[in-house]
């Protein structure tokens, strides 16, 4: 699978920023897709996931803040991110993996749910 993201960019604390990424390599691919961040001097965070059957979860960090949604007719997946803080200072990663995050995941995040195709990252700056 490859994964091209796009968005992403410089913004004020409070706004809003919107990134898209196009998945494509596999013919009939039922991937669930999603996003991870990785913060300077930080690990790599889950972000958000959406299941091909409409599953989503989202770190504790961004619910109610972002919203992951996806085209499954162009194989696209967007994160919307509104009230944006400084800390969500971050490149993001459009991942992709065959498993279903249902098995994974709960209302609490996705720990230990790790994704096997990554994406060139994005940056999203938020500016104080």
């Known amino acids: 699978v490859q994964l091209q993201a796009s968005g992403g960019g410089l913004v004020q604390a409070g706004g809003s920023l919107s990134l898209s990424c196009a998945a494509s390599g596999r013919a009939s691919s039922k991937d669930a897709l999603g996003w991870f961040r990785q913060a300077p001097g930080k690990e790599r965070e889950f972000v958000a996931v959406v299941s091909w059957s409409g599953n989503i979860y989202y770190a504790t960090s961004v619910r109610g803040r972002f919203t992951i949604s996806r085209d499954k007719a162009k194989n696209t997946v967007h994160l919307q991110m509104d009230r944006l803080k400084p800390e969500d200072t971050a490149v993001y990663y459009c991942?992709?993996?065959?498993?279903?995050?249902?098995?994974?995941?709960?209302?609490?995040?996705?720990?230990?749910?790790?994704?096997?195709?990554w994406g060139k990252g994005t940056l999203v700056t938020v500016s104080s």
């Open positions: 991942t992709a993996d065959s498993k279903d995050p249902y098995y994974y995941c709960s209302g609490s995040g996705c720990d230990g749910y790790g994704m096997h195709y």
